[in-house]
């Protein structure tokens, strides 16, 4: 099987308040593999979103190597990074960012719609979507009128409605009670299986970092097994 996404040495630092710079990642090296789940745990501030925002491509790292879905980053144009963005990945983030003026399926079709399918087709998915992650009586709901719960999985649909062969999710159920959570973690990972998509999350949970096929752990500015 191939790697959708490989990251060599990847480094990254910040300044730090004190005047020098602060290196988060110190040559991380991570490779994943079409329709694998990783999950990536550690400390708060180990800088594991800092490692997932380089990955998807929504940060720049100081120096390293980045290969998604078959491309080398550095040698990307915008226009080619954002095509691969829109129509290669998807991502969860911690609070949904969802958009508040539209409604849940209108939400889970958008990246469709982004990516030109025609409003029917582009509807009928989101709502198949929807519907898999338990919220088809809730598709005309806007985000202010459902639950921490239902807005992550919303976010879920969204990010998986197009079935991208690459999916990052940040701590998608940190924000949530333990049994949301719980019910919204097993509903990531079977969408994703079911989307066949590679999917590399981020949590605290050991619980939740087990369900991966593979768990790594960023400590000192680098990956290792767990
Ligand atoms: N834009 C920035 N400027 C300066 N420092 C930053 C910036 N972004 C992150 N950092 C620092 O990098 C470190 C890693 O941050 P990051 O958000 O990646 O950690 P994390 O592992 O995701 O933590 P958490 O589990 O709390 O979400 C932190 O010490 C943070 O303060
Ligand atoms: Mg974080």
């Not at 409003?119 to 998915?125: N, V």
């Not at 690459?166 to 940190?174: K, M, N, S």
Request: proline letters at 4%; a negative charge; hydrophobic letters at 40%.
């Amino acid at each position: 099987m191939s790697d959708v996404l490989r990251l060599e040495n990847v480094w990254k630092s910040f300044p730090s308040p004190s005047g020098g710079r602060l290196v988060i990642l110190n040559g991380v090296d991570l490779a994943v593999k079409a329709g694998e789940v990783v999950s990536i745990e550690g400390k708060s501030g180990s800088g594991k979103s800092t490692l997932l925002y380089i990955a998807a491509l929504l940060s720049t790292p100081d120096s390293g190597s980045i290969s998604i879905l078959g491309h080398d980053a550095s040698s990307l144009s915008l226009k080619d990074m954002l095509e691969i963005r829109r129509s290669g990945t998807g991502f969860v983030f911690q609070s949904s960012l969802l958009l508040s003026d539209f409604t849940a399926l209108e939400n889970a079709a958008m990246p469709l719609l982004i990516q030109g399918w025609k409003r029917k087709d582009a509807d009928e998915r989101a709502m198949e979507m929807l519907s898999m992650l338990g919220l088809a009586d809730r598709s005309s709901h806007r985000p202010d009128k459902l639950s921490g719960g239902e807005r992550q999985r919303v976010a879920i649909a969204r990010a998986l409605s197009s079935a991208p062969p690459l999916v990052f999710a940040d701590e998608p159920t940190g924000s949530l009670d333990e049994k949301s959570a719980e019910c919204v973690e097993e509903m990531l990972l079977s969408a994703a299986r079911t989307a066949g998509s590679a999917l590399v999350y981020v949590t605290h949970n050991p619980d939740f970092a087990s369900m991966a096929d593979r768990t790594l752990l960023l400590s000192e500015g680098r990956l290792s097994d767990v």
